[in-house]
């Protein structure tokens, strides 16, 4: 079982920036792949950013050169650092990793972009 939860959502004007943390904790020690998605009203869940072991980074191509994530072993946490925000980036984002065949996601936090 692996727990996940997502923190540092908010409301944001365009332009800015929010950095979205996702601590795992439970059977985390095999965890190779983490990743963020996001939802919007009306659309379906999309990939935003996804690490792969220690440094391999696939991202969504409305988020690429804003958008990174990084992750700290030591702190069981991975991190969406999001810049030049704009309105279409408002969502309901998540945390997700696979782990024995299961899939897990956190509870989401919600980014707004509005000025």
């Known amino acids: 079982q692996v727990q996940l939860v997502e923190s540092g959502g908010g409301l944001v004007q365009p332009g800015g920036s929010l950095t979205l943390s996702c601590v795992a904790s439970g059977s985390i020690f095999r965890i190779y792949t983490m990743g963020w998605y996001r939802q919007a009203p009306g659309k379906q869940r999309e990939l935003v950013a996804r690490i792969i072991g220690p440094s391999n980074r696939t991202y969504g191509n409305s988020v690429k050169g804003r958008f990174t994530i990084s992750k700290n072993n030591a702190k069981n946490t991975v991190y969406l650092q999001m810049n030049s925000l704009k309105p279409e980036d408002t969502a309901v984002y998540y945390c997700?990793?696979?782990?024995?065949?299961?899939?897990?996601w956190g509870q989401g936090t919600q980014v707004t972009v509005s000025s």
């Open positions: 997700n990793t696979a782990l024995g065949g299961s899939e897990y």
